[in-house]
């Protein structure tokens, strides 16, 4: 799910896919949440409307953002993922969309031919786990055709930040205004809101009470069937200022 990269490899590809330089995920929760399906389907639907019909995820992971948010309507989408076990796992998930799926570069934003341009840059949990997240969105917003918008969602409030997060390889969480100001060196930031108040209330409890360094299965079914739908009633009553997730949508200038 990072998106940097090192070390070059060579493997055999599957169709759609661009083989170049890799790196390995040593996060675990991917295969844990792949079952969260209301939490994706309420930050898509928060998202689907900035995209245009050319998208760039970077960090694409198993494939479980690339499947919320990809419709018929997306003229190309690139996934990038330079881990080659996620990259294998997604271009295994991907293959149901049959023709016209989204293609796969495994590999970073700098392995990519310089004259790729896309009107959308996507990350979904991954800037967190970057050491110069700055310099990362300054390489997408290089990517984006004039006008284009980057979409960004991370973990929110560092008063949150527990064991999970270190388990997972996360660097930081953000505040609201600390993540809008990082992305707004480089694009004009057009909206940043928090989503998932109720969540943020289940995961204080963990900092201070469980202190697990992962949610077993039961708890993220508990999660996402209960706490997920009474977020979609709170955030907006709260106006998006508290939630365990952030977002934050920004334009390149013309």
Do not use: C
């Not at 245009?52 to 948010?69: K, P």
């Not at 003229?75 to 991907?94: F, G, S, T």
């Not at 360094?213 to 955030?235: E, G, K, T």
Request: net charge positive; proline share 7%.
């Amino acid at each position: 799910m990072s998106s940097n990269g090192a070390n070059s490899i060579m493997t055999p590809p599957d169709r759609g896919t661009v083989v170049s330089d890799a790196r390995h995920y040593l996060g675990q929760e991917l295969d844990l949440f792949v079952q969260a399906h209301a939490w994706r389907r309420y930050w898509a639907s928060r998202l689907r409307g900035s995209l245009g019909r050319r998208v760039l995820e970077v960090g694409a992971g198993i494939g479980s953002s690339t499947l919320s948010l990809w419709h018929g309507g997306i003229e190309r989408w690139l996934a990038v993922e330079p881990d080659p076990d996620l990259a294998d796992k997604l271009a295994r998930r991907l293959a149901v969309l049959g023709p016209g799926q989204p293609e796969i570069h495994r590999g970073t934003l700098s392995s990519l031919p310089p004259g790729e341009r896309f009107d959308t840059a996507l990350y979904v949990d991954v800037l967190e786990h970057l050491e110069d997240d700055s310099d990362e969105v300054a390489r997408a917003v290089a990517r984006l055709e004039p006008g284009g918008r980057l979409i960004a969602l991370s973990p929110g409030h560092p008063w949150l930040f527990s064991p999970f997060d270190t388990a997972v390889g996360h660097m930081r969480r953000y505040t609201r205004r600390g993540f809008a100001e990082m992305i707004g060196r480089h694009a004009v930031v057009e909206r940043a809101f928090h989503l998932d108040a109720a969540g943020a209330m289940l995961s204080l409890g963990n900092r201070l009470l469980l202190r697990r360094a992962a949610p077993n299965a039961r708890q993220i079914r508990f999660w996402n069937q209960v706490v997920v739908p009474l977020s979609r009633l709170v955030d907006p009553l709260l106006l998006h200022r508290l939630g365990r997730s952030v977002v934050v949508i920004a334009r390149k200038p013309p």
